[in-house]
């Protein structure tokens, strides 16, 4: 995954592809706008429950081209004073797309912060490995320098233990990088959360799938080949197994969360400044329209209202703070 999705010159992303209508496959904040406000008003809840720090740091890993944070920020947050944005992408090529008004970085930060790190469709393009039950036990993927896989076995492997009823010949991901990932993120926050957004299931549940069904590929909008072919020309991506994860504080769908955070107040309210300039049908008419049409999209139990939003607080109870950050 590594070499499929950041190596120069090769890598999926340091190529160009990534999200967007012009892109390879559609987030939820190229969907438009009105997810970016509905998560400016949770950071502003979760702002306030801190007690108004300044500064309010949030990060965003795997910013991409910066649809998430043009989204915040268009949104006008009462947090906007006392605002951090950092973008954080890997890829250089879509560092350099971000918008004025965050700050880009390669990498997470180095120090503690108050605030938020969040991560809207980043842990499945974390590398993961690949286990299969054979009828003495688990092997391991691997793939070799030809592009092509070999079973090697392994003994007693944890995530195994996971999926005890595990058929012959079935599969399950092994997640490690990105429960390391969550990890640093929680130390980096001394007070706020970690807030993660991706499709998931539990390693049980994948193992009675198709293993191509949790581990697959995107381009042009829409499904790819298999994982190890055309290499750097697709996305790569892996279905979150919640339970290799730590135990988050929150877990619930997509569609459960933005309804918390006031998404059905703000298509209601597009809905009626539609009904009320339809007959004009000016530009202010037309985005109200499609804003209605977002809020149906992004809480499709079908679709991305499925995604799972996943929460952890900073491994200690939050402390309440002030203005100036101390307690």
């Not at 740091?57 to 947050?77: K, N």
Request: net charge negative; aromatic share 6%.
């Amino acid at each position: 995954m590594e070499r499929a999705l950041y190596e120069p010159g090769l890598g999926f992303y340091e190529t160009g592809g990534g999200a967007g209508r012009a892109g390879d496959f559609l987030t939820s904040p190229e969907v438009g706008p009105l997810f970016g406000a509905v998560l400016a008003r949770a950071l502003d809840g979760w702002w306030r429950e801190l007690g108004e720090p300044e500064p309010f740091t949030v990060v965003e890993a795997g910013a991409g081209r910066g649809a998430l944070a043009r989204g915040v920020l268009a949104a006008g947050p009462a947090c906007g004073a006392a605002l951090r944005y950092v973008a954080v992408e890997r890829s250089s090529t879509l560092r350099a797309q971000l918008p004025a008004g965050v700050g880009p970085a390669a990498d997470l930060p180095a120090e503690p912060f108050v605030g938020v790190v969040l991560a809207n469709e980043l842990l499945d393009n974390l590398p993961f490995g690949l286990l299969e039950r054979q009828a003495g036990g688990w092997a391991e993927v691997r793939v070799t320098e030809s592009l092509t896989e070999t079973l090697v076995p392994v003994d007693d492997p944890p995530e195994g233990r996971l999926a005890p009823g595990a058929e012959v010949g079935a599969r399950i991901p092994v997640q490690r990088v990105a429960r390391a990932w969550v990890d640093r993120a929680r130390a980096l926050v001394t007070a706020g959360r970690v807030v993660a957004i991706d499709y998931a299931d539990t390693t049980p549940s994948m193992a009675g799938r198709p293993w191509t069904d949790w581990a697959r590929t995107y381009r042009g909008h829409g499904r790819g080949t298999h994982p190890l072919a055309d290499l750097g020309a697709q996305d790569v991506t892996c279905e979150l197994a919640v339970d290799q994860l730590p135990a988050p504080a929150s877990d619930r769908s997509q569609a459960d969360f933005l309804r918390a955070h006031g998404i059905d107040e703000l298509v209601a309210e597009a809905r009626d400044a539609w009904l009320a300039r339809a007959h004009i049908g000016d530009l202010q008419a037309l985005k109200s329209r499609s804003r209605v049409g977002e809020g149906a999209a992004l809480t499709d139990s079908a679709g991305l209202g499925a995604f799972r939003v996943l929460e952890w607080g900073p491994g200690k109870a939050l402390v309440q703070l002030g203005r100036g950050g101390s307690p």
